[in-house]
């Protein structure tokens, strides 16, 4: 069984940064509006990241670009 999720987490990155873009928010804004520091979705973000986060950091950052959080693990 595999135990690491980094393609998983890099997807989903890809996936906030094309979402946090399209709704024009820069990293500093978006942070402050989901109440997390720059620097934390910053390292969520990076191209190479594997940072694990929570649901709940999940959940603020789907509710911060209104949408489902369903669309971060739907394959394009």
Known sequence: M???YDDRYRQIAKKIIYYRNLKGFSQ????AKIGISKSYLSKIEAPNSTKAYSL????????????DIASFFISN
């Open 2 to 4: 595999r135990t690491s």
């Open 56 to 67: 709940d950091v999940l959940f603020a950052i789907a509710d911060g670009l209104e949408m």
């Open 28 to 31: 500093e804004a978006f942070a």
